[in-house]
């Protein structure tokens, strides 16, 4: 097998990997972890770890869509297990329970986090660890958070999440794309809740806030539906077709880069996209046709959107100038997806993912993205400022 070129960036798992913390050497240690945790050469972090520090990894723990990635949609909930190559206990915190119970915390000194975030608050990798910080401080239980750059390095987008909006896509007050680390986050939400929490971070090294292409690091999917780097880049809005009757391109080859709906001309809402929303990225007008989810087996009109700057492009921006584009060319064509969604059953999805149910409604009657927006650089303006504190790389986003 060829080996991937020497990374840019050293990930917390691969310097663990090279030199172990004297700390761990008698620790007894769980791992929250999936496939896309992995060293330059790809080996699994479970392996990694074993390897690292022999009999030391006693359990693992999966988050959505399973411990190996493969439950393809939201609320398909995952069995518990055991590792088919280490004989070790595979907790699913995406099934029976969604976070760790004090008996699967039991004999554990230390939970190690190796999760590839996406950038975003919906992705529920975030909410996971959320999870685990609390039930961990409850247990006496130390995280050590091996950290990995933001794939879609720093910036952020959209409103702050309001405390009655807070669910399983919304764990914490923050922005829709933050712009942190993982182990970022981790050391925002213990300060913020107050946890009682022997919390560490071992850092990625040489990681100056680009996206994931700067860093010579692989890209292995997370789940199902973010087959690419380009994938992820687009997320952050995408997503928000999830709350909505249109296609996110689920059931598609390019889940999320393609989008769109039966009956939408997609050369008319091209051009009825405002133009500010278009920085960094082409919209490719196209056809296509589900083969499963929203819409399966029906034609549909849309778009694959193709990032062409990454350090411009703005994910949300461009997803809300299409929606709103969408219902001016066809009144009312899309409209909001009903509950249940990710274990709600009253609130509206697109209110959980979005953050701001006017901005909303705003979007679904055709109003331009343009007046929305500025409602947004208040709350991020003081996000910056909340969370230099918590900052452990580099950040060079321009304002």
Same mark, same amino acid.
């Given at each position: 097998?060829?080996?991937?070129?020497?990374?840019?960036?050293?990930?917390?798992?691969?310097?663990?990997?090279?030199?172990?913390?004297?700390?761990?050497?008698?620790?007894?240690?769980?791992?929250?972890?999936?496939?896309?945790?992995?060293l330059?050469?790809?080996?699994?972090?479970?392996?990694?770890?074993a390897?690292?520090?022999?009999?030391?990894?006693?359990?693992?723990?999966?988050?959505?869509?399973?411990?190996?990635?493969?439950?393809?949609?939201?609320?398909?909930?995952?069995?518990?297990?055991?590792?088919?190559?280490?004989?070790?206990?595979?907790?699913?915190?995406?099934?029976?329970?969604?976070?760790?119970?004090?008996?699967?915390?039991?004999?554990?000194?230390?939970?190690?986090?190796?999760?590839?975030?996406?950038?975003?608050?919906?992705?529920?990798?975030?909410?996971?660890?959320?999870?685990?910080?609390?039930?961990?401080?409850?247990?006496?239980?130390?995280?050590?958070?091996?950290?990995?750059?933001?794939?879609?390095?720093?910036?952020?987008?959209?409103?702050?999440?309001?405390?009655?909006?807070?669910?399983?896509?919304?764990?914490?007050?923050?922005?829709?794309?933050?712009?942190?680390?993982?182990?970022?986050?981790?050391?925002?939400?213990?300060?913020?809740?107050?946890?009682?929490?022997?919390?560490?971070?071992?850092?990625?090294?040489?990681?100056?806030?680009?996206?994931?292409?700067?860093?010579? #690091?692989?890209w292995?999917?997370?789940?199902?539906?973010?087959?690419?780097?380009?994938?992820?880049?687009?997320?952050?809005?995408?997503? #928000?077709?999830?709350?909505?009757?249109?296609?996110?391109?689920?059931?598609?080859?390019?889940?999320?880069?393609?989008?769109?709906g039966?009956?939408?001309d997609?050369?008319?809402?091209a051009?009825?996209?405002?133009?500010?929303?278009?920085?960094?990225?082409?919209?490719?007008?196209?056809?296509?046709?589900?083969?499963?989810?929203?819409?399966?087996?029906?034609?549909?009109?849309?778009?694959?959107?193709?990032?062409t700057?990454?350090?411009?492009?703005?994910?949300?921006?461009?997803?809300?100038?299409?929606?709103?584009?969408?219902?001016?060319?066809?009144?009312?064509?899309?409209d909001?997806r009903?509950?249940?969604?990710?274990?709600?059953?009253?609130?509206?999805?697109?209110?959980?993912?979005?953050?701001?149910?006017?901005a909303?409604n705003?979007?679904?009657r055709?109003?331009?993205?343009?007046?929305?927006?500025?409602?947004?650089?208040?709350?991020?303006?003081?996000?910056?400022?909340?969370?230099?504190?918590f900052?452990?790389?580099?950040?060079r986003?321009?304002?």
């Amino acid at each position: 097998m060829s080996v991937p070129d020497q990374p840019r960036v050293s990930t917390g798992l691969a310097r663990l990997a090279a030199q172990p913390p004297a700390d761990l050497a008698r620790a007894r240690l769980g791992l929250l972890s999936n496939p896309a945790a992995v060293l330059p050469d790809l080996t699994p972090a479970p392996e990694a770890v074993a390897r690292a520090l022999p009999g030391r990894l006693k359990a693992i723990f999966g988050p959505q869509h399973g411990f190996f990635a493969d439950k393809q949609d939201n609320m398909v909930e995952s069995a518990h297990a055991i590792h088919p190559r280490l004989g070790l206990p595979i907790w699913s915190l995406y099934g029976d329970t969604r976070r760790p119970t004090p008996e699967m915390l039991a004999g554990l000194d230390v939970l190690l986090v190796d999760l590839i975030d996406v950038g975003c608050r919906v992705y529920t990798f975030f909410t996971t660890l959320v999870a685990c910080l609390e039930q961990c401080a409850g247990a006496g239980v130390a995280v050590w958070v091996l950290d990995r750059p933001n794939p879609l390095g720093r910036g952020e987008e959209g409103p702050i999440l309001p405390p009655e909006l807070m669910s399983f896509v919304g764990p914490h007050p923050m922005p829709l794309r933050h712009g942190l680390t993982l182990g970022e986050l981790a050391r925002l939400v213990v300060a913020e809740r107050g946890l009682d929490l022997d919390l560490r971070v071992i850092q990625a090294q040489g990681w100056t806030g680009g996206d994931l292409a700067t860093t010579g #690091l692989p890209w292995v999917l997370p789940s199902p539906n973010l087959p690419t780097l380009d994938s992820a880049r687009v997320y952050p809005g995408q997503v #928000l077709l999830e709350g909505t009757t249109l296609s996110e391109g689920r059931g598609t080859t390019r889940p999320f880069e393609i989008s769109g709906g039966p009956g939408v001309d997609p050369w008319a809402v091209a051009e009825a996209v405002e133009e500010y929303a278009l920085a960094g990225c082409r919209l490719r007008p196209l056809f296509f046709e589900p083969t499963f989810h929203k819409h399966a087996g029906l034609t549909c009109g849309g778009w694959q959107i193709h990032v062409t700057d990454p350090d411009l492009f703005r994910p949300l921006r461009l997803t809300c100038a299409l929606l709103s584009a969408i219902n001016r060319v066809h009144p009312g064509l899309w409209d909001f997806r009903p509950p249940p969604y990710e274990y709600e059953h009253v609130r509206r999805p697109l209110d959980l993912l979005l953050g701001d149910p006017d901005a909303a409604n705003r979007l679904q009657r055709g109003e331009f993205f343009a007046a929305i927006e500025p409602r947004w650089r208040p709350g991020l303006a003081a996000w910056r400022k909340r969370v230099l504190s918590f900052l452990l790389y580099p950040d060079r986003r321009e304002d």
